[in-house]
């Protein structure tokens, strides 16, 4: 029993140090800032309770998308954010109510709601993108507004953020080949990770998100061996975001942002604030903090 527990602490000394976690900026490409967080005015995540939470964990910049948009056009106009030192990008909700996420890609009306509201923008400037939309049956990405859409941001310059299966990566960007497609979760279902590279080889307007990633970290919250591999082959594919689609999200920021700083801090300095930082900021031309 001794034996085996002095051989164990022998072992642990073995160990190399973990690396510190990643320090720099954080760039969240998948916020949303829904209306039961806030409930169109106050509560329970009022704009200086969210404020705080990015503050305080280092959150330099979002991508803002929310149901309704009002959220996301409170955080893109209020003075408030832009005290905080938080850029916004907003996105485009395609979501009215809980009904539409499973019949925005067939519904013409949705595609008209998107029309208007590019046109009419946020007092914070114009909207960058489309989404998050999602689509739990890759056939639907073939729908006509799903088809319209891609078509639609493609001709705008707009990022698409797209909650879908690898199947749907190829039906959407078939629709729309210049389109860039911010791939959410990076395959929620778990594409495998050859399945994963093979998608960022075709498509090279292809961006991963790292939220809720099956399979991404392993021991100690560092990532496993073969996204650590995919990661540092594709340095500038990656992006992460907090996916606060409920509010137990926001309660939880601070975790899942200290998450990623676990596992970027053991990537080379360089990479890690491209995965942190620079890939989305890139993207969406936000200028880095000094
Ligand atoms: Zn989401």
């Known amino acids: 029993m001794r034996g085996r527990l002095v051989a164990s602490w022998l072992w642990l000394l073995a160990l190399p140090a973990l690396a510190a976690d990643y320090a720099g900026p954080l760039f969240d ?6 209306v039961e967080a ?7 995540h009022p704009l200086a309770d969210v404020l705080a939470r990015m503050q305080r964990n280092g959150v330099r910049a979002i991508v803002a998308n929310s149901r309704t948009n009002d959220g996301t056009k409170l955080l893109a106009a209020s003075p408030e954010t832009r005290a905080a030192g938080v850029a916004v990008v907003p996105f485009i909700r395609l979501y009215r109510n809980r ?31 489309i989404g998050e939309f999602h689509l739990y049956d890759s056939a639907n990405a073939d729908g006509p507004v799903a088809r319209q859409l891609m078509q639609f941001a493609e001709r705008h310059g707009l990022a698409v953020l797209a909650h879908v299966d ?6 959407l960007m078939a629709h729309a080949p210049g389109a860039r497609l911010v791939w959410a979760h990076t395959g929620i279902g778990g594409a ?12 090279p307007r292809l961006v991963g998100e790292l939220s809720y990633r099956p399979g991404l970290t392993c021991e100690n919250g560092t990532l496993c061996p073969d996204w650590d591999a995919l990661l540092r082959q594709h340095p500038t594919r990656f992006v992460i975001g907090s996916d606060t689609w409920v509010n137990q999200r926001w ?17 080379p300095a360089p990479l890690a604030q491209r995965i942190a930082w620079d890939n989305a900021a890139a993207l969406f031309g936000v200028p880095t903090p000094p």
């Open 99 to 129: 009904d539409d996420y499973t019949n925005w890609f067939r519904d013409p009306s949705i595609y008209a709601m998107v029309e208007e509201e590019f046109a009419r923008g946020t007092q914070g400037g114009p909207y960058r993108g």
């Open 166 to 171: 690898d199947v749907a990566v190829d039906k």
């Open 192 to 203: 495998p990770v050859a399945r994963v590279q093979a998608l960022l080889e075709r498509y």
């Open 251 to 267: 309660s939880a920021y601070d975790l899942l942002m200290q998450e990623y700083r676990r596992w970027l801090g053991a990537l």
């Open 29 to 34: 490409t998948h916020l949303h800032y829904n």
């Open 38 to 44: 806030w409930n169109g005015q106050q509560g329970p």
